[in-house]
Nanobody, 123 residues
Framework: QVQLVESGGGVVQAGGSLKLSCAAS????????MGWFRQAPGKEREFVAG????????FHAYTVKGRFTISRDNAKNMVFLQMNSLRPENTGVYYC????????????????WGQGTQVTVSS
């Protein structure tokens, strides 16, 4: 099992940047694909970005390509989401998640979840 704790959220103006962090504890962190999801008020949780355990390859939702970048540091058991050029529609609670599979885009494909960190982008 993996325990995940997110941090780095806050309130920023449109066009600003934030970097989210996810600290993981567990015996097989390097064997988990890690992902970031966003849930806006009253909406479903949506995939933002993921990074594989098999080859370390990142993959991002089309809506954030060129603005957001996911990365991981297995030695430190951490996953990051660098968010640039933020827009009001990026507002929501961001969750870190882990999966034993690769290239997972769906919420149901992730087995472990953090508590989330709030990101608010003002216009």
């Amino acid at each position: 099992q993996v325990q995940l704790v997110e941090s780095g959220g806050g309130v920023v103006q449109a066009g600003g940047s934030l970097k989210l962090s996810c600290a993981a504890s567990g015996r097989t962190f390097s064997s988990y694909t890690m992902g970031w999801f966003r849930q806006a008020p009253g909406k479903e949780r949506e995939f933002v970005a993921g990074i594989n355990w098999s080859d370390g390859g990142p993959f991002h939702a089309y809506t954030v390509k060129g603005r957001f970048t996911i990365s991981r540091d297995n030695a430190k058991n951490m996953v990051f989401l660098q968010m640039n050029s933020l827009r009001p529609e990026n507002t929501g609670v961001y969750y870190c998640a882990g999966s034993r599979r690769v290239g997972v885009l769906s919420q149901s494909g992730y087995n472990y979840w953090g508590q989330g960190t709030q990101v608010t982008v003002s216009s």
